[in-house]
């Protein structure tokens, strides 16, 4: 899509309906993978999106969904507080319908994370790795042997924190504070032991 663009719902749906979204083909000329994934973190399309995610005759009903789950981790991620009023509102809508349900599942277990005060033992640490890196979506399509090798949790430095890993190509990493819940993302380099602490 030219630079400076923005799909109107007519282009969403035309887009949404190809057989393959990664070549979908608009007005305006090819829409990538990664293009339409960030294009496409705007509430204006949200509604859309989850509409076309529960919907079996949507050929890429599977990628709608894998778009509205990395803009949820990106807000819940970036502690973006003035927005979970919109996700906890999206999910209720998503709510109980074919397809997108557990889409809704995730967002509600993130923003309990946010909302979240007190001790996190390692199988919450676990799970919220599996929820704030990674993305369930994409976890559930792993073996046990390449979940074990590509995430990891361990006590982190200092040992009030956990430490959690996504070993991918550029590292991701989860810190969480034990005993309070609050935690911290970040990409590619490890954290120091001095900002570890200022999780709080």
Not at 1 to 9: I, Q
Not at 42 to 61: E, K, M, Q
């Amino acid at each position: 899509m030219v630079s400076g663009d923005e799909p109107t719902l007519e282009h969403l749906r035309a887009w949404a309906y190809q057989p393959d979204a990664a070549d979908a083909i608009d007005t305006h000329g090819p829409l990538d993978n990664q293009d339409s994934d960030l294009l496409l973190h705007d509430w204006r399309y949200v509604p859309t999106l989850i509409d076309f995610a529960a919907d079996p005759g949507c050929p890429n009903s599977e990628y709608c969904a894998r778009i509205l789950t990395h803009y949820a981790m990106h807000l819940v991620c970036g502690h973006r507080r003035d927005e979970y009023s919109r996700l906890r509102e999206a999910a209720a809508r998503a709510r109980g319908r074919h397809r997108i349900d557990q889409w809704a599942a995730h967002v509600e277990r993130m923003l309990g994370y946010a909302e979240h005060r007190g001790q996190v033992n390692r199988a919450t640490a676990e799970q919220m790795a599996i929820d704030l890196l990674v993305g369930p979506q994409w976890y559930a399509t792993w073996d046990e042997q390449t979940r074990g090798r590509l995430l990891t949790v361990r006590i982190a430095d200092p040992a009030t924190h956990w430490m959690a890993t996504w070993h991918d190509t550029h590292p991701h990493h989860l810190y969480i504070n034990r005993r309070t819940g609050s935690y911290k993302t970040a990409w590619r380099n490890a954290l120091p032991p001095a900002q570890v602490r200022q999780v709080v």
